[in-house]
């Protein structure tokens, strides 16, 4: 395949960046769109050119380091992949591909396509944890959690934090990863003693990050890798408004 | 202030404001359906309401109330979501997001430009494209509806409103956490049938008025 990129390069936050045509030929449709970008450095490093710089580390959609809008779509055309998992099978012979770095004030860019997304660490540092001890394997099945919960928990503690939520979002909102969190939690009895505390302090955190507030667009859902459901953001605003009216400050 | 400071709690705001104006929209459309009846009736209902004085101030006090918190956390989201945004994509490509959805600022600011057009035309009569009396209210709306531009007002508007709520009537409950976990969450049946016979409800009348049906 021959492809024609329009490549966001920017060398660092305060530079202003632009987008670059590179001509790349020769792609296999078997390559992910990862191995593609890989082509395409090998010769810019060998033309004695700056590669294109973009995250990337288990190449198997479980990390959440890649990623990348693709036309205008969070980790491209293909629903609930990351980048690492689309091939170019699914683009045409010649097509003609933008690819730029998620947008949002709270994720900066570092330098062409990697963005810094230290504004997740945050939010999980605020409240994304249990400080329970949960003991080794075999106390884990000492409480029991209904089938239906647990599913429920794993379906949002699918997230990777990859951002592609925010970066989908028309207003930056990083609404999906904080429930996704808080849901995943919540659901759990581990959960139970912080559950409180923990909705209100991320909540708090996420607005302080400055990323934008839920308009219900669905497009984070969307563009999620793992699918997770915006039914999470509800379940968080019931959590959120439940502690900020009805429970007591501990 | 805190619950006011959050953007949760700001959005809880807008979702209880926006049923407020939602459920007086019913309110009015069933009044307004009375111009099929006839002059009498619609005059009758009229002076029956303005007879409920208190009643009638505390419902406009409270729809007032209703309106200027509504826009003012719109507002305040907007240029939060803006900031949050501050460089563009070259390219997004929406992939859920409806014309509804992506109207909702934009729509709200024809919304409230609308109304105020409207409260001068048929409430104070300080707008007169057609000769008005208070009491008259039957001849003021068919007087005012007989002229095409008056009536390309409302259309515009009345769509506008009717895309607001079908985006509003949905995402209202899931602000509030009050929605259940669904297989498919942007599916809207009570939604679309709110905001598709709200709209149909209030462009009948103008639409009726305009083709001779109602005189």
Redesign the interface.
Known sequence: MNLSLDVWRQSDHHSPGRFVRYEVADVTPDMSFLEMLDVLNERLTMAGDEPVAFDSDCREGICGSCGMMIDGVAHGPLRAVATCQLHMRHFREGAKIRVEPWRAAAFPVVKDLVVDRSAFDRIIAAGGFISTSTGSAPDANDILVRKEAADAAMDAAICIGCGACVAACPNASAALFTAAKITHLGLLPQGQPERTRRVLAMVKSMDEEGFGNCTWHGECQAACPKSISIDTIARMNRDWVRASLFEPRD | M??WR???????VMAVTGVAMLVFLVLHVAGNLLVFVGATKLDAYSAFLKQQAVVLWTARLVLLAAVVTHVTAAYQ?AR??H????????????????IA??S?RVGGIVIAVFVIFHLLHLSTGTLRPAPFVATHVYANVVGGFRIWWVCAIYFVALAAIGLHLY?GA??W???????R??AT??HRPIATVVSVALWAAFTSIPLAILVGFVR
């Open positions: 805190t619950f959050t953007t949760i709690g700001k959005k809880m989201l939060r979501d900031a949050a945004r501050h460089t563009a994509y070259a390219d997004l490509d929406p992939q859920t997001a409806t959805s992506r909702m985006h949905w995402s409950s899931r602000t509030l956490g009050l929605s976990p669904s969450p942007l």
